[in-house]
């Protein structure tokens, strides 16, 4: 048996396996866990079979032409090294948030100033908002928390929390769970009030809280909800703000981290703000090494032909980000060495493809939610030649000089213009927004491999209200093709009762789906900006007739 994290998302449940000493077998639920207190969801149960699947890497490939040609891995490494030679000064690193922070720290030393965090836009985001002064509190705590707010689904995307949060909820008839949410998602089905705003709105919400004088006329009919919920918040004992982003998830994750903190220190009694992110690590990599560029930054850097070389490991760039100025900007590259477990969308345009273990197969250290650090120990060794980001990037290394690099504090954000600028951009007759199923993790690029998931993932489509449904004559499964900003995309529609009228959504691990989005680059974070995008619907006429 060996004592593990999962890092499908920043909760880090934890858990045991045990094994063979060859293959997963078993997964043990540890009701002791202060984090999950043994529960795990679908993507936490589904961590056998990303030790065991029979498509992860065993072996370096190299590209040739139009196809990949296995090499040994030493020679992979040899020629990578080589051709590095002639861009030795224009190249860039960037590293999935689930590595451990003793990976993160060396990629960050490899990469030097062209360095970024590979992780979703809003994760970050969340980060550059948060205050030190307002704490994350303590799982306990959370358990006896007498007024919580959720900002976003947390229950979807981060399941095993909801037994801390429903605990709270049932210990006191006095005790609240609020929501503040574009859609009645799970975490609203539980909750006490659920604040229904218009999609981008999280943070105008937060602070009409804080002051109830500020866009009550943009919240319209959420206004007088959200005052009783703030005036709960504050006369609670114990209170969380929890939040939760994603990819375009909610409007502006810099603004409602600061604006939630300022709530919260505003409040008597004991007030925290938790905030969850997708990747794993995510805290853990901020906190090794504060990162200089932004994923954004480097792909714009590779597209004006400013770096020449990219080392990816661990993250794939084009499901991440499927926009074709990504797919462009990797084209142009001289060189690109991918690190993957399995094969994915931005490893076929890789010169280099190297195999890597997942992180059940590493030694280090993470950091996961309420700020709690898990010891990583291997579970199993990883297969073939997969070998850790940590080992692949000290031999990548060999003969790189890394100019030392400073780590810097993050500037702060301008918060007064951040949230005048977001009540300027709402609006919109039909608005889309991005929605996490609890099956995928982040772009799906690893999960849509595991078997379960996959076969439980509905094909897309694209979810509507009833009443929008009504007012265009659609039933469930007619086609339509979804136009916003010069893009379309034609696929069927699902009706939801989740939804209100003028909101329609998509799954956020959906490839074309998050090409989407208009590609904007956010001047003050360089991150990118996945906001709700103004979309219109014209049917095809496949689907129902009528
Ligand atoms: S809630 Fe998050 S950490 Fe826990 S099992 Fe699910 S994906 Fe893993």
């Known amino acids: ?72 891995l030493d020679e992979a490494i040899a020629k990578i090294s080589d051709r590095l030679k002639g861009v030795a000064d224009s190249f860039a690193v960037i590293i999935g948030a689930n590595a451990t922070n003793e990976e993160i720290s060396l990629a960050r030393s490899l990469g030097g100033e062209n360095f970024a965090l590979g992780t ?4 970050l985001d969340i980060l550059l908002g948060l205050s030190k002064e307002v704490s994350y509190g303590t799982p306990e705590e959370l358990s006896q928390s007498n007024c919580t707010i959720a900002v976003g689904d947390v229950f979807t995307k981060h399941p095993a929390l909801a037994k801390r949060v ?36 999280e943070a105008l919400a937060l602070a009409h809280m804080l002051d109830p004088s500020s866009f009550s006329e943009a919240l319209g009919e959420a206004s007088s909800a959200l005052q009783d919920a703030a005036k709960r918040f504050r006369e609670a004992e114990v209170g969380f703000i929890l939040i939760s982003g994603g990819f375009g998830q909610i409007g502006d994750g810099a603004a409602c981290a600061a604006l939630a903190c300022r709530l919260a220190k505003s409040c008597p009694g004991r007030k925290y703000v938790l905030p969850l992110f997708t990747y794993g690590n995510v805290e853990g990599a901020f906190k090794s090494v504060l990162p200089h560029k932004t994923v954004a930054q480097i792909i714009e850097e590779i597209y004006q032909g400013r770096i020449k070389a990219l080392f990816s490991f661990g993250y ?20 690109l060495v991918v690190s993957s477990p399995f094969e994915n969308e931005s490893a076929k345009l890789a010169h280099f493809l190297l195999p890597e273990s997942v ?13 709690i650090e898990h010891k990583l120990e291997p579970v199993l060794p990883p297969p073939g030649d997969a070998k850790s980001d940590g080992e692949l990037i000290k031999a990548l290394s060999q003969g790189i000089e890394s100019a030392p690099v400073e780590l810097k504090e993050p500037k702060s954000i301008d918060l007064n213009e951040r949230v005048s600028n977001l009540a300027a951009s709402l609006g919109g007759e039909r608005l889309l927004v991005f929605q996490s199923d609890t099956m995928n993790f982040a772009d799906g690029s690893i999960t849509g491999k595991l078997s379960w998931i996959s076969r439980n993932s509905a094909p897309p489509a694209l979810n509507i209200s009833k009443d929008d449904a009504a007012e265009l004559g659609l039933e469930d499964g007619d086609e339509v093709i979804l136009k916003g900003d010069g893009r379309e995309l034609r696929l069927p529609v699902k009706l939801s009762q989740l939804l209100p009228k003028g909101v329609l959504s998509l799954p956020s691990w959906h490839r074309e789906a998050r090409g989407f989005p208009i590609w904007k680059m956010d001047a003050e974070t360089g991150n990118f900006i996945v906001s709700p995008v103004s979309v219109s619907l014209e049917r095809t006429g496949i689907g129902h007739e009528g």
């Open 1 to 72: 048996m060996a004592n593990t994290v999962c890092l499908f998302c920043s909760l880090g449940c934890e858990l045991e396996i045990e094994t063979d000493g060859k293959e997963a077998k078993r997964i043990k639920y540890l009701p002791e866990s202060r984090l999950n207190q043994g529960s795990l969801c679908p993507r936490g149960n589904s961590l056998l079979e990303l030790l065991n699947h029979p498509a992860r890497l065993i072996a370096a490939s190299e590209r040739m032409e139009d196809r990949f040609v296995q090499i040994r």
């Open 120 to 123: 979703e836009p809003q994760d």
């Open 316 to 335: 794939d760039l084009l499901s991440a980000y499927p926009h074709e100025r990504v797919r462009e900007a990797l084209e142009k590259l001289e060189l």
């Open 166 to 201: 429903l605990e709270a909820r049932y210990k006191s008839r006095d005790n609240l769970l609020i929501t503040l949410d574009t859609k009645n998602g799970r975490t609203s089905w539980f909750a006490d009030y659920h604040v229904q705003i218009s999609p981008g709105a």
């Open 359 to 371: 992180w059940l197969e590493r030694e280090g250290t993470v950091l996961t939610a309420f700020g």
